[in-house]
């Protein structure tokens, strides 16, 4: 005899399973890459390691960055040097300017007058252009000199950057799940290519 099973009619959910293959992995994960190149010469963490915000991942060597800073430290301080010796240069020649412009004046009046000579004129007048075109000159010297210590100090403050990059520090809390290079390999900046991805940090906590 064939068993039959009979239930009540009535509305309800019905659930169905699938079994699937998938992939785990966290929701957030963070790659690490260095703007500056260079030889790593700390790697404080291993692969599977919880780290903090904040906490140092990797140090490259600053050495090349350091002598970067260091002459580009001199060059800012030499155009500095000029700058002040150009703005004195300028005082100087304005002084002469004022006294060629009064003298020429005197003199104009005095050849109005026919009290001085064609030749002692002419030479009031070129004292005066002279000292007129040294006033220019002076002026279009300060100006190269501010321009010549504004690209010095942002070329310095680029190589302070630099040399703040070479040491990275973690952006986020999370475990390093990926670590591709070692203390004492090479790794490529961001700056002038696409930069060594050094390790990965991901959120263990969140998955998908």
Known sequence: VEQVTTAKVETRDITETVSASGKIQPETEVTISPDVAGKIIALPVKEGDKVEKGQLLVKINPDIYVATV????????????????????????????ENA?????????LFEQKTISQSEYDAAVSSFKTAEGELKA????????????????AALQEARD???????????????????FEEGETVLGTQQMMGSEVMTIANLNEME
């Open 138 to 153: 002076a002026k279009e010297a300060i100006n190269a000199a501010e321009f010549n210590v504004k690209s010095a100090q």
């Open 162 to 180: 630099n040399l703040s990059r070479t040491t990275i520090y973690s952006p986020v809390t999370g475990t390093i799940s990926k670590l591709n």
């Open 101 to 109: 412009k009064a003298s020429f004046e005197r003199n104009q009046k």
């Open 70 to 97: 260091k002459r580009l430290q001199a060059s800012m301080n030499t155009a500095e040097a000029n700058l002040m010796s150009s703005r004195a240069r300028h005082e100087q020649a304005e002084a002469q300017f």
